[in-house]
């Protein structure tokens, strides 16, 4: 698109509004402004031109400045002040003169009726060039006039999860179009559940957006997604999308998911408790037939060579009282790994205190093995008084088993 016709036409320039839903209620709670150019009886959308730093920054304010005027008075229009209006702003024009004009638009329309509480500004962290202190005081000052703040496209790009931190926003916006490839990295759900918990940590709501098909969408909300945007959901309209638009929907697909989790978590509960019994057959079988923890280990990789490439034994204190015995091709002596120490790995003491109370194994999440690279699991059981045994699931028997992977 020709700059000049943007420019020359700030007449056509419109706003079109996506809809963004709540979990909680399964209805609407706001609506993200996009910019439009009607041309030749079609509207096209704005973003190249926003995101072209070859046009000055002048132009872009101008026309950005038009789209945000006449959205907020037809959102008005609405009269429901449950609703929330998600403005999209480049936060390196927004500081050239450190956010004044934008919140003088937003405090003449105050005038007007408009809740600056409704107001949520989304900006995107990775592409900020300057001072990020500068940037959190602009972001603290809106906020005492009620302003949220999201981060938008998180996911999309690299982000930097200490200035994000910094910044405090109210809602983290996660993008699911990576989600589409036929087969995303490790790495990338990695990232996210990274974003999860930090999301968790600042108190910020998660909304996860470019939902296309129906399986972003269940990824969304089993994943902690408060809010969900997408063309899955509804496309960017001229007129704003009714409030309960999709709720019947929502609310089916909910149920669904719902009852797809509760089966898995029911096997995984079941799996749980009949391989909680199947060690303890096991070492019953063994008795006190074995001299040492190595002879121990070679034993139960015997008994366990069907579903275990790892085994090994630790004190509450996290040093590693055993060597590893490790399966390739065959099963293998590490004694490298002897007094190892593995209490920094997340949730290890606490995991220790849960075995120590409830006398009884439990299954980890799923995660990826540091040596070998692949997803597994980790069977913990209360060995004695203070040494616990550490069973290490290979990914093809997770695959076998329904609801473990």
Known sequence: MDPLD?????????????????????????YEVLG?????DEAESLGEFFQDENIPDEYRIEVDDSILSLAIDEFLELKDSHLNLFINRDANLLMLDHGESFLEILLEKQQKGLKLNQIVLEITEHNFRGDIEQLYHL???YRTYGIKVAIDNIGKASSNLDRIGLLSPDILKIDLQPLRLSSPSQSYYDVLYSISLLARKIGAALLYEDIEVNFQLQYAWKNGGRYYQGFYLSKPQREFTKIDECKAMLKNEFQT?????????ENLYLFTENFNQRVQQI???????????????????????????RIYICDEDGFQQSVNIFKQEKWEIQPQYFLHNWSWRPYFLANIMRMRFDQKGFLSDVYSDIETGELIRTFSFPLSQNHYLFIDLAYAYLYEEEGLL
């Open 283 to 309: 070492l019953q079988k063994v008795g006190k037939q074995f001299e040492n923890y190595e002879d121990l280990l070679q034993q139960l990789s015997k008994e366990l060579n069907d579903c275990s490439f």
């Open 257 to 265: 998911y719902i009852n797809s989790e509760k089966k898995k978590l």
């Open 139 to 141: 972001l603290l000052y």
């Open 6 to 30: 943007v420019l020359t036409n700030l007449d056509e320039v419109i706003p079109y509004y996506q809809a963004i839903y709540s979990a909680d209620e399964q209805q609407i709670i706001g």
């Open 36 to 40: 439009r150019i009607k041309l030749n």
